[in-house]
């Protein structure tokens, strides 16, 4: 986080602190340890101190850590998810403080003793208060039941004062108390421990009932691969995903209704690539008019209006752009690579 990995007990960690720096530095390094995951500004002149101390144990599949951080705003736009290429949920224990976010369209409240649950692959703008926070993170692999849901909880919130959100809470405090303990055999136990809890905990605070949920889950993992594999093909329409999966187009809608449909899951993710094609050094010698086809667009003309009109921006201006600020995920001091080496348990 900043500084050297460490092992305790086999289990690698990493701490991240400001107050060792200048505090006309504090903000810069702490809007550069984040960058993986969040924008962050200052509430106030950055230039007057930050104070920010963190944590993190790298479980192998899962990531836990303690944060402590100043007022400050945060975001997650399209584009910082589009650059970042980070598929995973962070699931978060206010101690102390709180969050007030917008999480598409779902107002969070956070109050200390509340656990949050934001899903790192969808848009999400707050206002984080002086906190002391318990975190998780863990691919959305780990959590299918809750990741892969029509209806993701995005931005969903455990009262402290509620059964499952004091569970939850109680787990997650031993959990980090008890790591510099903790053994590389310990790692996946917890993690699926961990995994499992947070799904239980959520699903029942919303009422899921499991089967419902599994026959969802296959259905909208299915339609995701083959939408994904199929990105290219112009022919890739709502009458022809339910063809091949041999559903009727009124069920295909209500699986991605929450993405507002179909038609429109399709295009935010011919889009999505697009950017990170523009975007991605490993990808820099690619023509826009190539990146445009190979997204499924039938001109380069028709990319363009979509594209402006999704990222208030001309491709060839994210690419400039993207010359002059390095992959945020391979640059980033902070979070980026840990996050992104994650796996799930076996």
Same mark, same amino acid.
């Given at each position: 986080?900043?500084?050297?990995?460490?092992?305790?007990?086999?289990? %690698?960690?990493?701490?991240?602190?400001?107050?060792?720096?200048?505090?006309?530095?504090?903000?810069?390094?702490?809007?550069?340890?984040?960058?993986?995951?969040?924008?962050?500004?200052?509430?106030?002149?950055?230039? =007057?101190?930050?104070?920010?101390?963190?944590?993190?144990?790298?479980?192998?599949?899962?990531? @836990?850590?303690?944060?402590?951080?100043?007022?400050?705003a945060?975001?997650?736009?399209?584009r910082?998810?589009?650059?970042?290429?980070?598929?995973?949920?962070?699931? &978060?224990l206010?101690?102390?403080?709180?969050?007030?976010?917008?999480?598409?369209?779902? @107002?969070?409240? @956070?109050? =200390?003793?509340?656990?949050?649950?934001?899903?790192?692959?969808?848009?999400?703008?707050?206002?984080?208060?002086?906190?002391?926070?318990?975190?998780?993170?863990?691919?959305?692999? &780990?959590?299918?039941?809750?990741?892969?849901r029509?209806k993701?909880?995005?931005?969903?919130?455990?009262?402290?004062?509620?059964?499952?959100?004091?569970?939850?809470?109680?787990?997650?405090?031993?959990?980090?108390?008890?790591?510099?303990?903790?053994?590389?055999?310990? =790692?996946?136990?917890?993690?699926?421990a961990?995994?499992?809890?947070?799904?239980?905990?959520? &699903?029942?605070?919303?009422?899921?009932?499991?089967?419902?949920?599994?026959?969802?889950?296959?259905?909208?993992?299915?339609?995701?691969?083959?939408?994904?594999?199929n990105?290219?093909?112009?022919?890739?329409v709502?009458?022809? @995903?339910?063809?091949?999966?041999?559903?009727?187009?009124?069920?295909l809608?209500?699986?991605?209704?929450?993405?507002?449909?179909?038609?429109?899951?399709?295009?935010?993710?011919?889009?999505?690539?697009?950017?990170?094609?523009?975007?991605?050094?490993?990808?820099?010698?690619?023509?826009?008019g190539?990146?445009?086809?190979?997204?499924?667009?039938?001109?380069?003309?028709?990319?363009?209006r979509?594209?402006?009109?999704?990222?208030?921006?001309?491709?060839?201006?994210?690419?400039?752009?993207?010359?002059?600020? %390095?992959?945020?995920?391979?640059?980033?001091?902070?979070?980026? %690579?840990?996050?992104?080496?994650?796996?799930?348990?076996?």
């Amino acid at each position: 986080m900043g500084g050297r990995t460490r092992m305790s007990g086999g289990i %690698p960690s990493r701490r991240f602190r400001t107050l060792e720096s200048d505090k006309a530095e504090q903000f810069g390094r702490y809007h550069d340890h984040m960058a993986p995951i969040y924008d962050v500004a200052a509430e106030e002149n950055g230039k =007057a101190g930050f104070a920010a101390d963190m944590t993190a144990y790298h479980l192998g599949g899962m990531l @836990v850590g303690a944060s402590g951080f100043s007022d400050h705003a945060i975001g997650r736009s399209k584009r910082k998810i589009a650059r970042t290429d980070m598929d995973h949920l962070l699931v &978060q224990l206010h101690k102390t403080g709180g969050l007030d976010a917008d999480a598409e369209g779902n @107002v969070v409240r @956070v109050r =200390a003793g509340d656990i949050s649950l934001i899903d790192l692959g969808r848009p999400m703008d707050g206002h984080a208060k002086t906190s002391q926070t318990l975190d998780v993170i863990l691919p959305r692999s &780990q959590l299918p039941d809750l990741a892969q849901r029509r209806k993701t909880p995005h931005g969903a919130v455990l009262s402290g004062d509620s059964l499952m959100g004091g569970i939850l809470g109680d787990f997650l405090l031993s959990l980090a108390r008890r790591l510099d303990a903790a053994t590389p055999r310990d =790692a996946g136990l917890l993690t699926r421990a961990a995994a499992d809890l947070i799904t239980t905990c959520f &699903q029942s605070e919303t009422g899921v009932a499991a089967a419902q949920e599994g026959l969802l889950l296959a259905a909208s993992e299915r339609a995701r691969r083959y939408i994904d594999a199929n990105l290219s093909k112009a022919e890739l329409v709502p009458v022809r @995903v339910a063809r091949e999966l041999r559903m009727s187009r009124s069920s295909l809608y209500r699986l991605f209704e929450a993405e507002g449909g179909i038609a429109k899951y399709i295009r935010t993710r011919r889009l999505t690539t697009a950017l990170y094609l523009l975007t991605h050094p490993a990808h820099a010698g690619m023509r826009i008019g190539e990146i445009a086809f190979r997204c499924g667009f039938s001109s380069e003309a028709h990319f363009s209006r979509a594209f402006r009109s999704e990222f208030d921006m001309k491709p060839s201006e994210a690419r400039k752009r993207a010359r002059f600020e %390095p992959a945020l995920a391979a640059a980033s001091p902070g979070e980026g %690579p840990w996050i992104a080496s994650l796996r799930p348990s076996e």
